[in-house]
């Protein structure tokens, strides 16, 4: 059974940067698994922040960018704000229509 | 605007069914994969079903293989969740969820519902 794996938890400063990171619990994440990443915040839908790697959806300012470091997806978030404190999740396609959500990450901006 | 506005959504008896729909507007609803994720109480998000724009391919998480049955009416504009034989590890809140599929370009759920919450419980 494939795991896609998060960091349970991060905090960073106002102003300050963090990257959160999407891994396998077996082999590497590259771009052929077309990482995206989610936003979520307690009582609200997920809101879709960035596909294909590195693609800003619509309304997605240029603070948050993806990229693949290592054997890793990455989100990296420049300039942290308050309402950035939210859960962040990533998704890897397996292919054959099967898409995988990592457990989630709760980012703390204090 | 694209919105979609799930219902259906209750408490059922363990071994139970229910079914949840999906209304989509703005956007032409057949050309698009659609899917259903879910999270249940406290926790991460789960994909659990997606289908293609005609209703002809199917996709499902293994926890619900069997037991849960995404489908479609495009006349409608609508998605649908048939659960069967319902178990407490179902409850959960349920997103309809747009789906871009690309073979070359692209993966990812772009449009989500503010998802109705299933109870499993007697």
């Known amino acids: 059974q494939t795991v896609v794996t998060q960091e349970p938890s991060f905090s960073v400063s106002p102003g300050g940067t963090v990257t959160l990171t999407c891994g396998l619990s077996s082999g590497s994440v590259s771009t052929s698994y077309y990482p995206s990443w989610y936003q979520q915040t307690p009582g609200q839908a997920p809101r879709t922040l960035i596909y294909?790697?590195?693609s800003r959806s619509s309304g997605v300012p240029d603070r948050f960018s993806g990229s693949i470091l290592g054997n890793k997806a990455a989100l990296t978030i420049t300039g942290a704000q308050a309402d950035d404190e939210s859960v962040y999740y990533c998704v890897l396609y397996m292919g054959s229509g099967i898409s995988v959500f990592g457990g989630g990450t709760k980012l703390t901006v204090l | 605007e694209v919105q979609l506005v799930e219902s259906g959504g209750g408490l059922v008896q363990p071994g139970g069914s229910l079914r949840l729909s999906c209304a989509a507007s703005g956007f032409t609803f057949s050309g698009y994969w659609m899917s259903w994720v879910r999270q249940a109480p406290g926790k991460g998000l789960e994909w659990v079903s997606s289908?293609?724009?005609?209703?002809?391919?199917?996709k499902y998480a293994d926890s619900v293989k069997g037991r849960l049955t995404i489908s479609r009416d495009n006349s409608k504009n609508t998605l649908y969740l048939q659960m069967n034989s319902l178990r407490a590890e179902d409850t959960a809140v349920y997103y309809c969820?747009?789906?871009?599929?690309?073979?070359?370009?692209?993966?990812?759920?772009?449009?989500w519902g503010q998802g109705t919450l299933v109870t499993v419980s007697s």
């Open positions: 969820v747009r789906w871009r599929y690309s073979s070359t370009l692209w993966y990812y759920f772009d449009y």
């Open positions: 294909s790697t590195n």
């Open positions: 289908i293609n724009g005609t209703g002809a391919v199917t």
